[in-house]
Structure formats: C-alpha cells, structure tokens
C-alpha cells in the first residue's frame, strides 16, 4: 500500500509519580512514529529512551530524525544506527505490516512491588492479590542483607496470599551471590529469578543453571536470534520487548524459535509510553501468550494520550482494534514538541 505520509513526534510524557528509572524524573521522552498509508490506515511505534538505561538518549533520537527529516536518505539512516534499536525502533515497527490491522483482546500484566520499608512488604502484597494479580514482580539488589530481609517478606506474604513472585536482580549479582539467593528462593511462591548476571555472562548462567532448583530467565542478554539459542542451554524463560528485540513481526519470530527449543516467554517493557503498552499488548494476544506480561508502563503516566488504544482493568488491561487514526493524530500533534515529516520518496526506495 503506498506511503501517504511518515511523521515522528517528540513527547513529553507525565508520570503520576517520579520515576526510579530516570533519575526521579517527572517525565520521560517518547519518539512516536505514525505512518498513514493511501488507504486510510495508519500504523504507529514508539521508542522511549531512559537517561541512564544504553546507550541511546533523547539527544540521540533528535539528532538523528532531524538529519532524517531533513535529507530524507533512509537506506543511509538505518544503516548508520543498526546498533542503534531504539532510533530505527518507532520507523521499522510502523511500516511493519504485521499489525496493520490492530486485533483486540485482554492483556494481563505483572505488576511492580514497591515499598520503602521491607515491614511495608505483606500490606502491599495483600493489596495486589485483593485486585487479582497472582504473580507480582520484585527487584532486588547486590545488597546481600536487604535481598535476605525482603525475600524473608515475600515468602511470608506470598503464602499468606496465594502469589508468587518475580524476582528480577538487573545483572547485579555475581555467582556466590546468586547461588545463595536461589536457596533462598527456592520456595512455592517464586516464579523465577530475572537475569542474576551482566549481560553475556553465559557461562556464569550455565554454572548457576545445572542445580538451580527455582527457574531461571535472561531478560537483557536477549537481543536476537543467537541469544535465543544461546539461553536453551542455561534458562527456562526469555523476557522480549520492542524496545531491544525490533519490530513485532521480528518479536513473533523470535517467540516462534524461542518456543520451538522449549523456552518460555515474558514480554514487554515497563518503561514506556501508552502507544508502547499497546502494541506489546497487540504481540502478546497475536503470540497467544498467557503468561502475564510486564508492559505496564501505562499505569505510571499521568495522561493517557493519546487515549482509545487501551482500556484498564484490575489485572491489566483491554487493548482495542476499533481505532480512530485522526484522533491518534490529533493528540500527537496537540502533544508534541517537534513534528519531523519524513519525505514518503525515501521510506518507499529504502522499502523496494
């Protein structure tokens, strides 16, 4: 179908509260690409880059859609920023035609513990399992006596209120550390432990593999195909998300390969805009994946613009299908603080 028009805009999204991803920031930075095609459709992406989380920063982003927008040489584009995903993320996901027609379902979500004091653990729990959730994510630290104080938490509450837990270390740990907290952890209410190591880290994972007695899953060391493989020999789960894995039709196949070598899989990104919470929750339904996802970024932000893309629920929330595309639009452009049309004649030649 012929390309109408290609225009990214720059967002400033609120969050309902300072963000512990960014520095406490009170706004993150989104970079929308809405792509709106000879017949009425449009398709959409989104990257959101976080100070402090790659390489890839806001600054990145605008340099490059400036230089785009205004010489137009996509070929020279994507492969000046091949190690660069979230630049070529929003563009290579709206001209994916594998979501040019939205499907519409229900999305569940892990949700993210918080607290300031580990006493503060039970109340919480018992609140999220009130809602429904029955597995609820925890992130954890090097700290060896905070991680000991909290797992003591977890494990109590978990039990008292019938949920597991998600246990995600950000590769913070080193191998006697993971291997004392997967005794820890070895308990009914644990679901799995997330990525204990840096990335590439794979004979650490392989060492802690062979008598883990709780599942294990690589989240940050997944970036193609090859890592996919690689995990078969020291995992039981993969985390995938747009942000590093690519566009979705490039998601479902990973899933594919990941499910054909007996890995299960978590999606999503939990820092994010509205339109980034959507279309993960559009893979996950096409995916058929049932495992609650963790693309729940939608809950931290102030304004839901542009709005009609989901509808929350308790445990998640409904992604629709029946989009109005000019309403879409219409909020971008009210919201955004550089439009960068990028000329159709590029994106068609770099597509042929």
Not at 31 to 58: K, M, N, Y
């Amino acid at each position: 179908m012929p390309l109408d028009r290609l225009v990214i805009y720059h967002v400033k999204a609120p969050l309902a509260r300072p963000s512990p991803h960014g520095g406490g920031a009170l706004q993150v930075d989104s970079f929308i690409a809405l792509a709106a095609f000879a017949d009425g459709s449009c398709r959409v992406g989104e990257s959101t880059p976080v100070p402090g989380q790659g390489h890839e920063t806001p600054e990145l982003l605008t340099r490059e859609y400036g230089l785009l927008a205004r010489h137009g040489h996509m070929k020279a584009f994507l492969d000046r920023n091949h190690c660069h995903p979230l630049v070529t993320l929003p563009i290579l996901t709206c001209l994916d035609p594998t979501l040019g027609k939205p499907v519409g379902g229900q999305v569940r979500v892990c949700p993210l513990l918080e607290w300031n004091d580990p006493l503060e653990i039970a109340e919480r729990v018992a609140l999220l399992a009130g809602q429904g959730h029955k597995v609820i994510r925890i992130n954890i630290t090097r700290d060896v006596r905070d991680t000991r104080a909290i797992v003591r938490e977890t494990i109590r509450a978990g039990h008292q209120c019938g949920v597991r837990f998600r246990y995600d270390a950000h590769g913070s740990l080193d191998l006697a550390g993971a291997t004392a907290l997967v005794r820890w952890l070895d308990d009914a209410t644990t679901e799995l432990l997330d990525q204990p190591f840096p990335v590439a880290a794979w004979r650490q994972m392989a060492s802690l593999y062979e008598s883990c007695p709780i599942p294990l899953m690589l989240d940050e060391s997944i970036v193609d195909a090859s890592h996919v493989f690689l995990a078969a020999d020291c995992a039981d789960f993969i985390k995938l998300t747009l942000a590093r894995n690519g566009s979705p039709s490039r998601l479902l196949e990973l899933i594919r390969q990941a499910r054909e070598i007996g890995l299960k899989i978590i999606l999503g990104n939990g820092v994010q805009g509205m339109i980034g919470c959507w279309l993960e929750g559009q893979v996950q339904i096409m995916a058929g994946l049932d495992t609650p996802g963790e693309m729940s970024a939608f809950r931290e932000l102030r304004d839901s613009y542009p709005a009609g893309l989901v509808e929350a629920t308790v445990t998640g929330f409904t992604a629709k299908a029946d989009l109005t595309w000019p309403a879409v639009e219409s909020a971008l452009k009210a919201h955004c603080l550089t439009e960068y049309r990028i000329p159709s004649a590029s994106v068609s030649a770099s597509c042929a």
